[in-house]
């Protein structure tokens, strides 16, 4: 019989995701063999061994050391409950010594962190969670950290972007490993997608700062309702009584932004929501929001987004009726429908424009 292939979740130490160790069970922890996958010896290991709390509250027992990662030939490192927490020096030279020896390592989310601290993701490509990439690529500059993706295969080290990304990385693992039929197959078992077209950049809320310039203010409100015009940096200058070039500068030092940069993310903010939340045709959806045409609005998508808008709508679809929605007037002329407000974060570094 084929010896199994060794499997190991490096928990303990500050480094249990709750999600990320569900994530990797429903891989390795059950027989897949009728699906062409191999046999998998699964089980968690910490420098500690012992009862081992995840990041949701809950306590799993963890059987066996540091050493099994002599001899695993995937280590899993799922999400550290503290992205700030050093990691001990036995796990990390744990961890190189089986990168050495030829063991694929895969993190999820903030686990990326533990890699880098390792010296492991030094001069490769990275993922992890979105709102995370900027405390990344502060702490590690000698990573590539990329914001934008679900996952990043380097070869022998994987790393995956937040939450149910882990399942991504994942069946990437076994497609890439055991080719696209295991694959979709254990996709299908898992009822998830086998494979998800764009990155991270399609779930980041990237709303533009608010403006505390009372007659900007009045302004980008009325151009946030006539999106489907042509709103140039001369018209909204004449309705805000200041000339180009100051409305401009004030423009810039009041929002933190270009009035074009601005205008784009108000128009991809609309354009989202008539895709989730109504039936318009695209190239309706691309008029109202002020694309023009549907070419222009898929560069735009593709671009910010890494998604077409026609896979944004299946993505977000949202179950249209009464009680859902709010009509929204986009060009004085035809009524969409809209959800309400969407929820704001705060920009940061390393997150995708």
Same mark, same amino acid.
């Given at each position: 019989?084929?010896? =199994?292939?060794?499997? !190991? ?12 160790? #569900? ?25 500690? =061994? ?30 550290? +409950? ?24 895969? !993190? ?15 001069? %490769? ?29 380097? #070869? ?9 990304? #882990? ?92 009035? +074009? ?46 998604? !077409? ?7 977000? %679809? ?20 809209? %959800? ?9 570094? #390393?997150?995708?424009?």
């Amino acid at each position: 019989m084929t010896a =199994p292939v060794v499997v !190991s979740v490096l928990a303990g130490n500050g480094t249990l995701g709750a999600f990320g160790l #569900g994530s990797a069970s429903e891989v390795f922890g059950y027989d897949h063999t009728r699906f062409g996958l191999p046999r998998f010896d699964y089980a968690l290991v910490a420098e500690q =061994p012992g009862p081992v709390r995840t990041d949701t509250g809950l306590t799993v027992l963890v059987e066996h050391g540091l050493d099994r990662l002599t001899v695993s030939d995937v280590v899993v490192v799922t999400a550290q +409950h503290e992205a700030d927490r050093r990691c001990p020096p036995a796990v990390l030279a744990a961890l190189r010594a089986a990168h050495a020896r030829g063991a694929q390592l895969i !993190s999820h989310c903030s686990g990326a962190f533990v890699l880098a601290e390792a010296g492991l993701l030094d001069g %490769r490509r990275a993922a992890t969670h979105w709102r995370m990439a900027g405390e990344l690529a502060a702490r590690f500059p000698a990573v590539e950290v990329d914001p934008r993706v679900l996952y990043v295969d380097e #070869g022998r080290v994987i790393t995956g972007a937040g939450t149910a990304a #882990g399942v991504d990385t994942l069946l990437h693992w076994v497609r890439r490993e055991y080719g696209p039929g295991p694959a979709n197959a254990l996709a299908r078992e898992m009822v998830v997608p086998a494979h998800r077209d764009g990155g991270q950049a399609q779930y980041v809320d990237t709303p533009v700062p608010r403006c505390e310039d009372d007659l900007l203010g009045v302004v980008l409100a009325w151009a946030a309702e006539h999106l489907a015009e042509e709103l140039t940096v001369e018209s909204l200058a004449r309705r805000a009584l200041m000339s180009p070039r100051t409305f401009a500068r004030r423009f810039k030092a009041t929002t933190g932004t270009t009035p +074009h940069a601005w205008l784009l993310g108000q128009r991809l903010a609309a354009a989202e929501t008539l895709l989730a939340d109504t039936d318009a045709p695209v190239e309706e959806v691309a008029r109202l929001a002020g694309f023009g045409t549907a070419a222009g609005m898929r560069e735009h998508f593709a671009r910010r987004r890494g998604i !077409s808008p026609r896979a944004y709508r299946q993505a977000f %679809r949202t179950r249209l009726g009464s009680g859902g929605a709010a009509a929204v007037q986009l060009d004085g002329h035809r009524a969409g429908r809209v %959800r309400g407000h969407q929820a704001e974060v705060q920009p940061g570094v #390393g997150q995708p424009a």
